[in-house]
């Protein structure tokens, strides 16, 4: 049975023309839109710590604000925060799992020794298991 042929121009098709004829910035906004759609389906992507900050102690917690650029993939800065416990035993996991993707093994002194560390993470990085070695993304 015959395909029927209509004049009708699929999503797919829309999306194709905009993409080779639309203006630059506006391709890179519907690319970096759908990569955030999609960000909870795709697997790994590679960041850089751009920026960290730490706010201050409210009930012996700090919340740590860590922001990080996309590393070969369009998409817009991450915005990552954690909740810090200033008491013993009451670590963050997804931030050590943070601190372990970044190759830090030991606690950290300042916070700018996260920045400009590389790292890897699944979707929006929800868990401690979404965060691995930026070098685990090439082996």
């Not at 670590?91 to 050590?96: G, L, M, Q, T």
């Not at 699944?122 to 070695?133: C, K, L, N, Q």
């Amino acid at each position: 049975m015959p395909i029927p042929q209509t004049n009708t121009p699929t999503q797919e098709a829309i999306a194709m023309a905009f993409a080779l004829t639309g203006p630059a910035d506006g391709v890179a906004r519907v690319a970096r839109l759908a990569n955030h759609r999609l960000a909870h389906t795709t697997e790994w992507a590679g960041w850089c710590v751009s920026s960290v900050e730490l706010s201050a102690e409210v009930d012996h917690l700090h919340l740590a604000t860590v922001r990080a650029l996309p590393v070969g993939h369009f998409a817009e800065e991450a915005t990552l925060i954690f909740a810090l416990a200033t008491e013993p035993g009451r670590a963050s996991r997804r931030f050590d799992a943070l601190l372990r993707a970044c190759g830090i093994v030991d606690k950290i002194v300042d916070d700018r020794e996260l920045v400009g560390r590389y790292f890897a993470m699944r979707g929006r990085g929800a868990a401690a298991s979404d965060f691995a070695d930026f070098a685990g993304l090439f082996a």
